[in-house]
């Protein structure tokens, strides 16, 4: 079955940087990979997503990249503020019906 | 609003007790999916319903189960809880698989004592 690797697990930055995220998943017919971000009490909230069939896909400040070759993808997030810290879930296909979570990135935007 | 309400928000159960997590959508959505979600684990899926009257198992599902009541609901419940189930239950839903991305409620934070 599907396996998703999620690093860092921690993410500390200063407002105004780039923060990056990287998954890895197992299976290569995987062809869709969400990612969500959890703000402090909340349910997980879908903030962008990417299909096999383009390497990259942008949405104002949050671009996500996806190297099928290799089988990983990332989460950027440019100019980061405050209001970015959260903890972020990559995700990955198990089957059609079912989603496979990373184990989550704590990313703190420091003012 | 619309969206995925589970109920209720926090509960405390004192270990061999039973409960029913509810979650319910108004989004028409065909499948249902609970998941819990540990420090350092992620979310892991418990039971899911891809669509009116069916229901699998997931990745974790000892010591649940769990009933598709219509369309809108889908409850856990937790025969005999254990310490073990102590952990944040979620709630979510998408229209048909996982081509679309998934709606999640709030959450139930459930301690067992």
């Known amino acids: 079955g599907e396996n998703v690797e999620q690093h860092p697990s921690t993410l500390s930055v200063q407002e105004g940087d780039s923060a990056v995220i990287k998954c890895t998943y197992s299976d290569s017919a995987s062809n869709y990979f969400p990612w969500y971000k959890q703000e402090l009490g909340k349910g997980p909230q879908l903030i962008i997503d990417?299909?096999?069939?383009?390497g990259e896909k942008k949405d104002q400040r949050i671009a996500v990249t996806l190297n099928k070759t290799a089988k990983h993808f990332s989460l950027h997030i440019t100019e980061t503020q405050p209001e970015d810290s959260a903890v972020y879930f990559c995700a990955a296909p198990a089957t059609f019906q079912k989603l496979v979570f990373g184990t989550g990135t704590r990313l703190l935007v420091s003012p | 609003n619309a969206g995925v309400t589970q109920t209720p928000k926090f509960q405390v159960l004192k270990t061999g007790q039973s409960m029913t997590l509810q979650c319910a959508q108004d989004m028409n959505h065909n499948s249902m999916y609970w998941y819990r979600q540990d420090p350092g684990m992620g979310l892991r899926l418990i039971y899911y319903?891809?669509?009116?009257?069916?229901?699998d198992k997931g990745e974790v599902p000892n010591g649940y189960n769990v009933s598709r009541l219509n369309k809108r609901e889908f409850s856990l419940r937790l025969e005999s809880a254990a310490p073990s189930q102590t952990s944040v239950y979620f709630c979510a839903s998408s229209e048909s698989g996982v081509g679309i991305g998934y709606t999640f409620g709030s959450g139930t934070r459930l301690t067992v004592v």
């Open positions: 990417i299909r096999s069939n383009v």
């Open positions: 319903s891809a669509s009116e009257g069916t229901t």
